[in-house]
Every structure is written in structure tokens, then in C-alpha cells.
């Protein structure tokens, strides 16, 4: 039986029950969460309940992490002079909506055991404002856990379907893809076979997208070019090494390419061709990826030549809805 193609063979609904394994994550990770402030400290004691639903689901190529849990923990810490302070967190709702959407957020109902006095009050206010935050950061990576361990369980890679080739989103006409988002990402409709010849002269300009994210240049670089990392932001199947000649496939399909430079971690070059029907045959582009590090971040441009005239704005909005919002939405609080 011949191998189905990438998008083909992920475009179906399938999803993975994790219950289980999302709470021994909490249980096992909440706890290694610790903060302090002079001779202060607090942080996370036992995780005492987890209850909700967590999942992993595939459709139309993306990977949806689905998860809405309640959790409950004690918390314990040291006050300046001493006394030892312990209290209980109830958080109603951890959520993709919460987290990743950023739809609303957490509701942080704190409770003090220790008996009430100036150094309890202290490292309760220490844990509602800076054990709060490294709470947040650390459920920020609940969505990555769940698809850099579980996604490959649901994705049919390229080369397991024995061939690179995608097939395209249903239906016709599109222009592009919806790019509200990296999690609404839904491959174009890819170019059927055509028998008109290439044209010799295509006009051409450049389009470009800088943002700077709280994270180093290698980190970024290491996202942007690990195919078990890239879903986690793309939301949708990868084949990609930042090899020379690797010929990648991004977005369940939806951009492919091939490596041509790489200057580990300042600079990635590869061609870049956009499966859409708007899209001229036998025509590739240029992106050329650049992390500048700093002190504090990272300023990270896309710079994409080759770009068919009249299409500058749809490929600029590309740039910013497949890459840019993408490690956005992981969290890495990209400054646009």
C-alpha cells in the first residue's frame, strides 16, 4: 500500500487522551518552582489535586494542544527573620485558552495556613506577586511538553509517507491562509500540476518583519530550525535540519524550501516557496533569518527576496502570521 502524503494523512481529526500524564507533569514540574527576595523565600511545597482534561489533537495538518485543568497546592516559604510560613493555592483554570490565547487571565486564590502575623503577611505577598509570575512562566510550558513528547505520535511525517509533497487545504480559490494566528494557521490550497511554461522575466522586490523576544539567540535559532521543536510554535507538521542542501517542508506543507546557508546561531538563508495557487510555478524565494542578541533579548529579521510583485503585503502579513505570532504565542513576549 503506497504511502499517503503529508497533509493527506494529517488532515483528519485524531487526538490523544493525556489526563494522566498532565498531571504527573504538574505534579512533578509545579514543584520545582521557587522564587526569593533578600533572605526570603517560597515557592511550591506539593501539587494536591489536578482535575480536568487534557489532549493533544490533529486536524487539516495542526497540532491543537486542548487542556482545561484545576489545580491545587500547598505552598511554603522563610521570612526574613526566620519564620516559617506555609499556605495553600487553589488555581480554578489552566487553559490553552488561558495560556496560549490569552483570552483572559488566571484567577490566583491564595490562602495563608501559618497563623497571621508581619513576616507571614511578607512571604504571602512574596508568593502572590513573584511566585505568581514564575507559576504563569512555568505554565507556559505545559503546550510545548504536551507536543515536543506527543506530537510525534499524531504527525505522519514527509518522509514516512513517502513523499513531500503536500496536498492542499479543501476547497478553492483562497489566497492564503488565515493568519490570525500561528494556532489558525490552515495550509493554502496547494498548486496543481500545470503544463504552462514558467515565465523568463518575473518582477520582484523584498519584504522584511523584525521583532525583538525575551529569549537567547541560540534558543531562537534552535526553535526556528529543530523540526521536534517547530510545532510547538507552527502548530503544524515540520521536516526541517538546518543542514546545507536539506530540502524542508513547514507548516504541514505549506512552505517548502531548501537550506543554502547557515551561520550557527546568527544566520539561516534557504530558499522558500509558498504552496499556494497565487504563487508562480517554479519560482523561489529567498528568507534569510538573523538573530542579533542583546543583553536582555533577542531581535530576530525575516528578510524574504524574490517576493512576486503585487504580492508584497499577503507575503508580509505571512511573515508575521507564521513566524512572528507564532513564538509569540509560546510565550516569549516578542516586543513588535
Known sequence: ?????????????????????????????????????????????KVTDVDGDVELGRRKSKLITIYDVRVKLDWEGTADDGTEVK????????????????????????????????????VLKLAQTKLRAALETKFAEFPIAIIDIHGKDLIVSAANSGTATPVGAEGSGATGPNLGGAAAFNPPVAQAKSTKKAKEVLNTSTVSREARFMASGDDLFELLTDERRIPTWSRAAAHYKAELGFEFSLFGGGVTGKILEVDRPKKIVSSWKLSSPTWPANHWATLTTTFDQGSDSTEVKFSLSGVPKGMESELESNLEGYYVRGLKSIG???IL
Open 1 to 45: 500500500m503506497s504511502g499517503m502524503s503529508t497533509t493527506t494523512a494529517n488532515w483528519h481529526w485524531k487526538n490523544k487522551q493525556l489526563n494522566q500524564w498532565g498531571a504527573a507533569w504538574f505534579e512533578r514540574e509545579l514543584v520545582t518552582v521557587e522564587v526569593s527576595e533578600g533572605k526570603a523565600k517560597v515557592g511550591v511545597s
Open 87 to 122: 499556605g495553600s493555592l487553589l488555581i480554578p483554570e489552566v487553559s490553552h485558552e488561558i495560556t496560549v490565547d490569552q483570552l483572559s487571565e488566571y484567577s490566583f486564590q491564595w490562602s495563608l495556613s501559618t497563623e497571621s502575623s508581619s513576616s507571614a503577611e511578607a
Open 332 to 334: 516569549l513576549g516578542a
